[in-house]
């Protein structure tokens, strides 16, 4: 049992930790020699709300990702979301709640079409969710110049800025949803039929899984976890921004992060834990050079470098695996 | 209790089966009665899974009745049968590798316990499940893709006992067993039986036939030819019942082969599973290879292609010393190899039949043949020669198709095969290496293999033959050799027996198969 409960865990919690822990070791090691700390209140702070927005997106994303599909259109799901829910709060703590439902209903209603593009036209998702995407810069372009509308004053206090001593409550809230979607893969029906769908599709329909149904609710979650990451952010910046969503590259950043986390691009293995492991490398490594103040592009350089190695290192693994 | 279970599990009727106008099944009556496992065979087809997937749901059927368990069905897919009780186990696993036994066996239909899934009744039933089938030892929360090819079957068909299958449909179930792994499979279907399961078993293998089947349907174009009980059935009359002629000589002529020089030879050959290989290649021989799957036979073959070339040892072709280390400096030094895998390996399913057969010599043969590199005038004439040399290739193999435009996946696995092997010999090779040539291909383009294999070895080539079948191993080759743990066991004359190729194949004295 308990050698069994250790398999699953090693099974589902990939290399990822091991490489955040170096690298936060390394990382700690090289600031303080360059004569700065890396865990001070400020940096542990800021890394965690970094954390948290990217987190949202990629732990949806994952979902995705695992019944085989993809979902480009989320970077732009955010920007809108912080939109509807700035603008339908304008600034009262009285439409708090309509304006959190509202951003979550739209981004659900998106999440919604995306799936049917994919299921029911069988249009191939990097295409469906890019068009959709596009779909929405032109709405935004053209309706935004800039920020608009302005959050509730109790949500930025709360969400954007209260915390639990280091930790911020949206770190909170990617744990819990990372926990609640940890729960989902595992033990409910959907998220075996969705890891079965992404496994090998003709399999689980053979089972009798309605594989459309389970990706569609697949890309429903998706979208609503870019929209609770829309939300977040409208908080941190106490408005509605129409290009944030764009400018954090929330959507390749998501996949990055997906993939760091050793859920296979293809679908069918992985899981949400190693997806927060990703985001938070990801973060580590940025708040480790912003130490160092090293120069953007090279940041953006070794970030490439991190995304290919750990892909490398995935590849190599199946590769030992199927050896013939 | 006995009494009252009805005379037959399943009864159809008359059933026909038409697509765009040709009648793929013509009145078909089949009975399977509880507990009895009943045969179909027939040349591919003949209409034997067309007729499976009318039993499961797959399709409906255009005229006749299907009765299960004294009620007559009319099934809307697959899922509507499973829910009746049929269970179907294709030749390829509906298995999800990553996913642990337990998952893949409930999967849609996992058990639940206020609204979640309940992982422990699943583990639990699923031990249960595999217990009524003797699988005590078969660990529920591994991935099914670290099991071996025959528990992942055992999984497999649990599967379809974990929905209450009353009748298991099982098509060409030995087809990716090894002959040690075939033992187990029999010991499961006798054990299903004893559970009153009725079982349709489809299968080209007629020696398993024999051995499992209490009656036997011979299918061919569409049409029930006779049903026969095994027991008072020889294995000449059934041959001739299937193709509809006598095959009194299976096998083709070895006309005075053997003598010819050497053409490759292996001194100390070994790799990661493969140890001090010895062995001597002549010019118009077939060496047979037998041994266990495992063994190190396909080993050998991918060694000797340079795909997992020796890391030790000497290969000399005509005595002069070269290196394999690629499946390309093989093709180049002229050894051709035809793999046991035709759908991963051997085809590229969605391209032609001419692109198919075109591969080989596209990618390396202009320079083999010495011809320099030349204008681009010369090279454009090579290349409509070389097309022009493939169609004639494709034409003397007999490949049927139609047209050289047809996608290759539309093709039957004979037709396939005899594609892949023009690929091959429009490069003149003066190597061929056969990995189970035969494997999921009909008796009729079998004997059309073999004769095509014997015709290369009389031509002069040099044939190294890989087989799990070992009435087709012995009926081939001029000379065998068997592999065991990676090495060559021994070496065996053109008379050998079965019992002396297993005797090496598993290493003990003597031990004759049940």
């Known amino acids: 049992m308990t050698a069994a409960a250790l398999r699953s865990a090693r099974r589902s919690v990939p290399g990822v930790f091991v490489a955040l822990a170096l690298t936060l070791v390394v990382g700690w090691l090289v600031v303080a020699i360059d004569g700065g700390q890396l865990f001070n209140q400020s940096t542990t702070v800021s890394l965690l709300h970094v954390a948290a927005g990217l987190g949202l997106v990629a ?95 109790a949500l930025v206090q709360t969400l954007g800025y209260q ?96 993939v760091i986390g050793g859920t296979a691009l293809a679908g069918g293995r992985g899981g949400v834990i190693g997806t927060v ?14 130490q160092l103040e090293v120069d953007a592009f090279f940041k953006q350089v070794i970030r490439g470098a991190v995304i290919i190695v750990a892909v490398a290192v995935y590849a190599r693994r199946t590769l030992r695996k199927a050896a013939w | 209790m006995v009494d009252r279970r009805p005379a037959s599990l399943l009864a159809l009727r008359g059933i026909s089966k038409s697509f765009l106008g040709t009648r793929v099944l013509d009145g078909v009556d089949l009975d399977v009665a509880p507990g009895e496992v009943h045969a179909v065979v027939g040349e591919n087809g003949a209409g034997k899974s067309t007729l499976m997937k009318v039993v499961s749901g797959g399709y409906a059927p255009d005229e006749g009745s299907v009765e299960f368990a004294g009620r007559r069905c009319v099934f809307a897919g697959p899922r509507d049968a499973q829910r009746a009780g049929i269970g179907i186990i294709h030749q390829e696993f509906n298995l999800l590798p990553e996913r642990t036994v337990a998952e893949n066996v409930f999967l849609g239909h996992e058990p639940l316990r206020r609204g979640l899934v309940d992982r422990r009744q699943m583990r639990a039933r699923t031990e ?29 068909i649990v599967k379809a006992l974990a929905l209450d299958a009353r009748l298991l ?125 495992g063994s190190g036979r396909s080993a050998l073959a991918r060694a000797l292609f340079g795909a997992v070339p020796f890391t030790t040892g000497e290969v000399t072709l005509d005595g002069v010393p070269v290196r394999l280390r690629s499946p390309r400096s093989a093709t180049r030094a002229g050894i051709a190899y035809v793999t046991e895998d035709r759908k991963g390996e051997g085809i590229v399913a969605r391209q032609s039949v001419l692109d198919n057969a075109l591969l080989a010599v596209r990618a390396v043969a202009a320079n083999r043949s010495g011809r320099p590199a030349g204008t681009a005038r010369a090279a454009g004439v090579a290349r409509g020669g070389r097309a022009a040399r493939v169609r004639e290739l494709l034409a003397a193999v007999d490949v049927r198709a139609a047209g050289e435009d047809q996608e290759i996946r539309f093709l039957s696995g004979g037709n396939q095969q005899k594609v892949v092997l023009a690929r091959w010999l429009a490069v003149d090779p003066v190597v061929l290496l056969f990995d189970e040539p035969t494997r999921g291909i009909d008796v009729g383009a079998r004997s059309a293999i073999h004769h095509l294999v014997r015709r290369l070895a009389r031509d002069g080539a040099a044939v190294l033959m890989i087989s799990s079948d070992l009435p087709e191993l012995i009926g081939m080759s001029d000379r065998m050799i068997v592999m065991r743990d990676g090495r060559v066991a021994g070496e065996l004359p053109a008379g050998a027996t079965e019992p002396d190729v297993l005797a090496l194949a598993v290493g003990t004295g003597r031990e004759t198969p049940a």
């Open chain 2, 169 to 293: 449909i099982m098509d060409e179930p030995t087809a990716a067993l090894a002959d040690h792994e075939v033992e187990l499979l029999y010991r499961l279907v006798r054990r299903l039986q004893d559970q009153g399961i009725g079982l349709l078993y489809v299968s080209h293998r007629l020696t398993e036939v024999f051995d499992l089947s209490s009656r036997i349907t011979v299918v061919k174009d569409g049409r029930r030819v006779d049903t026969l009980r095994t027991a008072d059935t020889a294995a000449e009359e059934l041959v001739r019942l299937m193709v509809g002629r006598e095959m009194s000589t299976l096998y083709p002529d070895r006309a005075g082969a053997g003598d010819g020089a050497v053409r490759l030879a292996v001194r100390g050959g070994g790799n990661r599973k493969l140890r001090d290989v010895d062995l001597q290649l002549r010019a118009g021989e077939v060496l047979g290879v037998g041994g266990l799957q």
């Open chain 1, 59 to 153: 732990v949806g994303q994952t979902l995705v990702v695992l019944g085989g599909s993809l979902d480009l259109s989320v970077a732009y799901v955010v920007s809108l979301s912080t939109l509807v829910a700035a603008e339908t709060m304008n600034g009262r703590d009285g439409a708090l709640l309509p304006g959190i439902g509202l951003a979550l209903a739209v981004s659900a209603a998106i999440g919604l079409f995306n799936g049917l593009l994919v299921t029911r036209l069988r249009i191939n998702a990097f295409i469906a969710t890019l068009g959709v995407g596009l779909l929405l810069k032109g709405y935004l372009d053209n309706g935004y110049d800039g920020p608009a509308g302005s959050t509730s004053p």
């Open chain 2, 128 to 156: 249960r499940l595999l217990a009524s089938v003797g699988e005590r030892a078969l660990p529920v929360d591994t991935p099914v893709g670290r099991l071996g090819v025959a528990q992942q079957q055992v999984v497999e």
């Open chain 1, 277 to 290: 492991g990703g985001v938070l490398l990801l973060a580590s490594i940025d708040a480790i050079f912003n």
């Open chain 1, 163 to 258: 915390r639990v001593g280091p930790v911020p409550v949206s770190f909170l809230l990617l744990i819990a949803v990372t926990g609640a979607c940890w729960f989902v893969l595992s033990r409910t029906r959907f998220g075996h039929h969705l890891v079965a769908v992404g496994g090998d599709p003709q399999v689980a329909r053979l089972s009798g899984v309605r594989n459309d149904r389970v990706l569609v609710t697949a890309h429903v979650i998706c979208a609503l976890c870019a929209g609770l990451a829309g939300i977040y952010l409208a908080s941190r910046l106490g408005s509605g921004a129409p290009r944030v969503g764009t400018e954090g590259l929330y959507d390749l950043e998501s996949i990055a992060a997906v």
